[in-house]
């Protein structure tokens, strides 16, 4: 079975937070490794990926009584998520835009099916 947990609106763009999981690798990993991985990453990415990870964990081990060594990361989904838009002052009395982005970050896990034994 899959377990899912969903971080939105994290204060960090997509690019940066893309830039983490494509370089790590975190696909079909287990979770144990991933966690490992992620909290030796100096980057703010890491750090939310880390809570999002154990976040999915906990649904796993509390919905479906799965245990923490069986499971591996399934997907790991960045989106774009809103961007504020806020205004800086330039010169000749005109005004730049800033745009502050946000990404949904989207974790699941799965935990390796045994065959029944009958």
Do not use: W
Request: hydrophobic share 40%; aromatic share 2%.
């Amino acid at each position: 079975m899959e377990y899912q947990a969903i971080c939105k609106n994290a204060l960090i763009s997509d690019q940066k937070m893309r830039k983490i999981v494509n370089d790590l690798k975190l696909s079909r990993r287990p979770v144990s490794e991933a966690l490992d991985l992620l909290n030796f990453v100096p980057k703010k990415g890491a750090k939310i990926l880390a809570k999002v990870l154990t976040s999915a964990v906990a649904n796993a081990e509390n919905n479906g009584n799965e245990d923490r060594g069986n499971l591996r990361i399934v997907t790991v989904q960045v989106d774009r998520g809103m961007r504020l838009k806020r205004v800086q002052p330039a010169a000749r009395g005109r005004s730049r835009q800033i745009l502050k982005r946000r990404c949904h970050v989207t974790i699941v896990i799965g935990g390796t099916t045994s065959p029944m034994l009958s």
